[in-house]
């Protein structure tokens, strides 16, 4: 947008040497002046220093792989290769203030247990031996399954496998928890936890979200208690939501993972969703505060992003910044494409900055640079 | 509980010649004296009218089927037999302010729509052609398979099999909105609605309650979006349940049917439960307000209320009333047996009246008279 | 409203001999037919039980100070003049299920404590000893204060003056409590409470309900933690709002007291108003679902209930049953007039039960009969 | 706290050559060892950035009003001497992801409307003078008053004294909205807005907190639709909860400027606070998540804060970081300080972010150093 900063309501100051004099002596205060940076801090429309940027499978797989002989599970705490943007190498996010990785474990690994203020969430890639366990209740996740670490609770991993690594792809809100400053961390002091009797017992328990279950008064947490949303389950309901609806003009058939028990998000701080591209589809733009990560969970197609087009393939991550137009298409017209994404909307919401529009022109399609 | 009103804090006057003549002076104008009636109007404990009661399906079921041949649907508006409390034939509920009926639709039969400030369920007894239309939305129902009709959404249904009727039991809050004098009724203008292209539309967007789809946030009812649970889905839940957890020592494995917009009961009056019974079990006995209404879905067994025993079988209903002590017991050793009810407890909770006991003596279980 | 219940949709069935012997046969197994009483209890619109009543407080009073002779407040409990509903005599209500009576307490009196299920509150008619203890709280209040008495705290209450009697108007929810079969009573194991040192402690904590004190966030209970509403805040408050805004076309200048923790009603089951008549002024017609008291403490003008017209003075307490039309208007051109109301809008609202309609002829004003 | 991050469980690689080229092969791909950066990302306890800082207003009044012959309002949009914390000039923060400034206003000016995301509260320092118009309400406000201007609300303010500038001090949530992107601002069309009628309007109709009046229903804003809380008021509201209660040992006697409609802070990403020292008190010391800035309204004193004492007289501004201890002592004995304050609380507990813990040595006093 070509707004001038060089009008009645924004900072015109020019300034002079007397100016510039105040200046120092405000600085002499530990103070400033407004002006001075007043169209900075108040930009007309977000600024993020994020960047759009597609980290491709193919390309970080091996230098994942490699990093199984480079460094010990128990020397690096967790094995990850963050996903790092270009703009914010300072905190070390994807886009704005949301962290991943893509972690890798051998066969017969088992990654310490710590607990700390960041939330975290999984979304596997492959391996069939991966298990982690939260707050006592061992998980059991293949690929294309769901998981939540919540805010503060004690968590552990592995692969239980014997013969393939696990790969899986982490995404915290380390960058949110620091801006905040809010981080604490704990190692458990046991190192591993004792598990729960029963495998997978939220699934059981709560998986069926429809329904809840004898003693849900007692959960007090500010977390769904469902840890684990396996692919099969959420595969089907976008088959079968797409035979009742049409979906979302943006997103195709999009489900949000929920919480049973509230029919909120899953976690206070980063929501997640899966969403199908049908054969052919491709979907208008819109922009809206709020940024996501996605990974192609199945199926090919492109995405565009302030203008750019990103191709992408299984495995492939992408981001889309606060405030930029994104649209997306699926490569095939036989098969159907299924995007994993997580953000930061209930950060969004709580803080009342959620803004969306869509975008105006060519029936809704950017045009690519 | 023997407390007597003769004490201190309870209204102990004798009425003499001169209060009955006083009496008689507040009666010109509309008033009276507290004291001649605070002890039957602010009981120790709930009092109520209602009587534990059992309606047996064998000696119900030639009756309601007898109905077929005695009046058309278009002439009762419905064709139901009412289950009517001994105590409560006043106001036509079953037990405190629950209505319940045995509905019967011959092969081939519609009823006309109408709407109404009662709230609805069903839950199928047998047949296989059972629909019903609500807002607009087709569903087909079976046997065991539980749906709502909330407050004020338009109704109409009937029986697209070819040889075999149906009964459904219907679970309405009658009573209550007549005792809240706020009920409403109109007949559809066009006596059959239009119907959506989907049928089960509803299951198929949010039968998945653990995800919630696109457009949710347009959803302001104060009903649950979803408006049928088949039964199949609802048992496997009680045996994944069953699997991961003990259940309530009052009631087995227990599920409530539930919203997953909000996680909360189906509807603002009424909510409903499966529960299931494990070879064997006998559960303890405890006693709370709220009133409830159960159904038989499957085996046989039964229960003790307030000291009585009612033996039941599938297709049998039975009502709880408000603070009777109650227990359920499986009466096989082999199969599970599986419990229906729909209740108050929405409004009980609502209005801050809930409370409960459990029973104080001989491990839980009710001596039975 | 002439709705004529011979149409389809509604039940016609006219009775048979056959009918008649099938009805006693269902009889024998606490069973009927639906149809026979279908149109009473679902109603085109709601038919409540209660009428328009008015209770002249010059009339009543004398009657009410009469009892002072009569009976002890150790024997009557409460010495409380009841009003009650010509309609609703079966269950001692005023209007719907909502109860009122007239309080006198003796100079020195006080009576003893007890707690129960329903919800009360106080409007002080006259009488500058009036106190009363709850939970623990002693709370002191003059005329036209108001005052709440939520489920199931503990109260007692007294006159510590030393030559003029109190009476006050006494709400209470019993109707509804027993028609939820969920009434309890406790008479306090010491007769008594120990009181707090601070006199009118909420009142001084909660009373300037924009500000919230430290320690709010332990206040787990579903009503306001501030007990007392003096009459010169809540009269001010109405001039204020009168100076800021044109107030309601139905009501006037209406306030409703509420729980400044929440922003919501002041208990679960009943809330209250204070509104303002300007002079002169006359508001249009309305009706709603929900009964309402209504307790004049200010001023005289005329109500229209039902196109009956009633006059009123200070003292003076009519209903306004659920769905009757309704308008006040002020009869002095110079002062204003100010009406206390209590209802049962709290349960309408969590029920979903509400609507409400404005008076659509003759420029919102009923026909006097 | 002396926790070391060699210990298993935290990152404890040694980079050699070859993990340092694998490092630069991460790099070419958006990549990153999270190993490399795990510890400082992740740390043990909040690490803000922020330092406890004191800005005298003795030192920049001088300063501030030195602005008014520097720039005029038009050409600076807003006249304001930030106040900067050393360790986050990166943001123009004053502390955390807060911003303040002193505003300064000469006798007939008026600044430009305009709205933006972030949302402002203003507390008046010194002039009879001061205005502000939001959203169309025109405002007057006095020193010790507090206002708010919520996220997105058009406003435009002045000064309509004769002879005194106005000083009011600003605190803007600005770079919480720039690190969430989402940044947006826009230049009222007319540069000045229409105004209402009424001034003060909303503390006319919501001033009265616990009563809430007719039309609340249709506000739908997530802040509090009272916009000014007077000096006058909220000190008796001290006084009076002085009277009845011990207050808060961290903080005295402390109240929340709420929102009367719902009971909560008055915006969704600010809270604010007065609170009053009685003669000779010293708090204990606790520390917690969030960050606050505190604005002396009344006396003088210290508070500790991180170990280092702070001397504080009427109109200095001094902040605390997030978990650093903090305690305050009034350095009076015959008379009350009093603080005012704002913070991030809203924020770290919507994200799930808050704890708090006692200063659990010495009584809960630190040791000065």
């Known amino acids: 947008m070509t707004l001038s900063d060089d009008v009645l309501g924004r900072a015109r100051v020019v300034d002079t040497d007397d100016l510039k004099a105040y200046y120092a002596k405000l600085g002499k205060f530990q103070a400033g002046a407004l002006w001075t940076v007043a169209n900075d801090i108040e930009p007309w429309y977000p600024q993020p220093k994020s960047v759009p940027t597609l980290w491709s499978y193919r390309e970080l797989r091996p230098l994942v792989l490699e990093a199984l002989g480079l460094v010990s599970g128990d020397d690096a ?36 247990a710590h607990r700390h203020q960041a939330a975290a969430l999984r979304f596997v890639l492959e391996g069939q031996g991966a298990w982690t366990v939260v707050d006592g ?48 961390y704990e190692v458990h002091p046991d190192l591993y936890q004792k598990q729960g009797e029963v495998v997978n017992s939220s699934l059981l328990t709560y998986g069926h ?38 979906g979302s003009p943006y997103d195709g058939i999009i489900l949000e993972y929920s919480n049973p028990l509230t029919g909120g998000s899953v976690m206070p701080t980063m929501s997640a969703h899966l969403q199908m591209l049908r054969p052919g589809e ?15 969970a199945k199926g090919s197609g492109h ?42 909307f209930p950060v969004i919401r709580s803080l009342a900055f959620w803004r969306e529009e869509a975008y105006p022109d060519n029936n809704g399609h950017q045009t690519v640079e």
Request: include cysteine; proline fraction near 6%.
């Open 77 to 112: 705490g967790r094995r990850v290769v963050m996903l790092v943007n270009p703009g914010r190498k300072d905190i070390s996010a994807s886009v704005g203030l949301l962290y991943s990785g893509l972690q890798v474990m051998g066969p017969g690994e088992s990654m310490t």
């Open 137 to 184: 209740q061992k998980l059991k996740v293949g690929p294309r399954d769901f998981a939540i670490t919540p805010n503060w609770t004690w968590h552990e991993h592995g692969n239980e496998g014997s013969d393939e690594p696990v790969i899986w792809q982490d995404g915290l809100d380390i960058p949110l928890v620091n801006a905040h400053d809010a981080g604490f």
């Open 209 to 246: 979200g429809q329904l809840r279950p004898y003693g849900y008064e007692a959960w007090d947490k500010r977390y769904s208690p469902l840890f684990a949303y396996p692919w099969e389950r959420t595969y089907q309901a976008l088959l079968d939501v797409a035979a009742a609806s049409d």
């Open 282 to 296: 491709a979907t208008k733009a819109h922009r809206h505060t709020g940024s996501v990560m996605y990974t192609v």
């Open 303 to 344: 995405s565009v992003i302030a203008g750019k087009r990103f191709d992408w393939n299984e495995g492939d991550v992408f981001c889309v910044p606060s405030w930029a137009w994104h649209e997306h298409a699926n490569g095939s017209v036989t098969d159907d494409a299924v995007l994993f994404s997580y953000n930061d």
